[in-house]
């Protein structure tokens, strides 16, 4: 199954419902479900800021299914979402993409590298999905 690495908070939020949009500034005809993995590097400012603490780094955390890619080609359809994708409207430069995310599930934890954009994951098990 593919995964994405993500950046604490992100990571987390998306867990908690609080992220529904996943912004990229590449696109993708991926749709269908794929694992979160929340990677090494962590933005402690931003946890912070949402007040996440103690996040888990390194692992594949949970699973969500992409189902729509949203594309952004100005600050003010950025703004508008602003609420689900949790990201500053500072970063806005050039045309985005936000990959509308359902169907979240948080699982127990399984380390795993991380890689940039999707990558191939074989976990081996069958996995232990938790409610949020």
Not at 23 to 32: D, L
Not at 43 to 59: A, H, P, R, Y
Not at 86 to 101: A, E, M, N, Q, S
């Amino acid at each position: 199954m593919k995964a994405l690495s993500l950046r604490q908070p992100w990571a987390e939020l998306i867990l908690q419902g609080r992220k529904t949009i996943e912004t990229r500034t590449w696109n993708t005809q991926f749709r269908g479900r794929f694992y979160i993995h929340a990677a090494k590097s962590v933005n402690k400012l931003w946890c912070e800021l949402f007040g996440i603490q103690n996040s888990v780094t390194g692992m594949l955390v949970g699973s969500a299914e992409l189902v729509e890619v949203k594309e952004y080609n100005s600050l003010v359809q950025w703004a508008a979402d602003n609420e689900k994708h949790c990201c500053p409207l500072d970063i806005w430069t050039k045309k985005r993409y936000g990959f509308v995310l359902k169907n979240v599930l948080r699982i127990t934890p399984i380390p795993c590298k991380g890689k940039l954009n999707f990558f191939e994951v074989d976990t081996g098990a069958t996995l232990d999905y938790r409610h949020s």
